[in-house]
C-alpha cells in the first residue's frame, strides 16, 4: 500500500468500530514496553469507546472532527486503515489530539496523509501554531512530529487517566502552519 492507495476524509459515525479498532491497536502496540499495561488499558476504555466515539463524531465540539484514513483495496471493500482528530484553533493554536495509524498499515504514508489533511484544515480555520504531546520515552513518535518541522518545547508529567498514574512524562512538540 502507498498513500496514493489512501484517501483522508471526515468520520461518519459508522466509522466509530473501524475508529477503535485503529486507536486500541496503534495504543497496544506502540506503548506495550513502554507504559503499564494498566494505564494502556485505561486509556483505549476511556477514550476509544465505540459510543463515546459516535458522539464525539455526531457532535465535534471543542475537540475537534475525526478523520479516517482509508485504504482503497481496488474492490467494492474499503478499510480504515488511520484515525485522527486535531481541535479547532484558539488564539490560532491547535492541537494533534490523536493520530493512530493501524500498525500493518504504519510505514506508508498513512500518518503523514492524516496530518497533512488535519494541518490544512486547522490551518484554513485560522491555525497558526501546531502542537502535539507525545510520551517522553516513544521516540517513534517524536521523530515522526520532528521530520515535519515540530520541535520540542515543554515536557511535563503524563496525565492521570481512570486513576491510574503512568509515572511517565510528556513532551509537547509545536511548529508554524500559518
Same mark, same amino acid.
Given at each position: 500500500? $502507498?498513500?496514493? %492507495? /489512501?484517501?483522508?476524509? @471526515? #468520520?461518519?459515525?459508522?466509522? &466509530?468500530?473501524?475508529?477503535?479498532?485503529?486507536?486500541? +491497536?496503534?495504543?497496544? !502496540? +506502540?506503548?506495550?514496553?513502554?507504559?503499564?499495561?494498566?494505564?494502556?488499558?485505561?486509556?483505549?476504555? $476511556?477514550?476509544?469507546?465505540? +459510543?463515546?466515539?459516535?458522539?464525539?463524531?455526531?457532535? @465535534?465540539?471543542? %475537540?475537534?472532527?475525526?478523520?479516517? %484514513?482509508?485504504?482503497? !483495496?481496488?474492490? #467494492? +471493500?474499503?478499510?480504515?486503515?488511520?484515525?485522527?482528530?486535531? $481541535?479547532?484553533? $484558539?488564539?490560532?493554536?491547535?492541537?494533534?489530539?490523536?493520530?493512530?495509524?493501524?500498525?500493518? &498499515?504504519?510505514?506508508?504514508?498513512?500518518?503523514?496523509?492524516?496530518?497533512?489533511?488535519?494541518?490544512?484544515?486547522?490551518? #484554513? %480555520?485560522?491555525?497558526?501554531?501546531?502542537?502535539?504531546?507525545?510520551?517522553?520515552?516513544?521516540?517513534?513518535?517524536?521523530?515522526?512530529?520532528?521530520?515535519?518541522?515540530?520541535?520540542?518545547?515543554? !515536557?511535563?508529567? #503524563?496525565? /492521570?487517566?481512570?486513576?491510574?498514574?503512568?509515572?511517565?512524562? !510528556?513532551?509537547?512538540?509545536?511548529?508554524?502552519?500559518?
Amino acid at each position: 500500500m $502507498t498513500n496514493d %492507495a /489512501v484517501s483522508v476524509r @471526515p #468520520a461518519v459515525c459508522a466509522d &466509530a468500530s473501524a475508529i477503535r479498532a485503529v486507536c486500541v +491497536a496503534g495504543w497496544r !502496540t +506502540a506503548y506495550a514496553d513502554l507504559l503499564p499495561d494498566g494505564y494502556v488499558e485505561a486509556n483505549v476504555e $476511556t477514550f476509544y469507546e465505540t +459510543a463515546r466515539l459516535r458522539r464525539e463524531i455526531a457532535d @465535534p465540539g471543542d %475537540a475537534g472532527r475525526w478523520l479516517v %484514513a482509508v485504504a482503497e !483495496t481496488g474492490s #467494492a +471493500a474499503a478499510s480504515v486503515v488511520g484515525a485522527g482528530r486535531g $481541535t479547532p484553533p $484558539t488564539d490560532g493554536d491547535c492541537e494533534v489530539f490523536t493520530l493512530y495509524v493501524h500498525p500493518d &498499515a504504519q510505514g506508508c504514508g498513512v500518518g503523514s496523509e492524516l496530518l497533512r489533511t488535519m494541518t490544512a484544515c486547522q490551518r #484554513a %480555520a485560522g491555525g497558526r501554531v501546531q502542537f502535539v504531546d507525545v510520551f517522553a520515552d516513544h521516540e517513534g513518535a517524536i521523530g515522526f512530529y520532528e521530520s515535519r518541522g515540530f520541535e520540542r518545547y515543554e !515536557t511535563r508529567p #503524563a496525565d /492521570v487517566v481512570d486513576g491510574v498514574d503512568p509515572n511517565h512524562r !510528556t513532551v509537547r512538540l509545536s511548529r508554524r502552519i500559518g
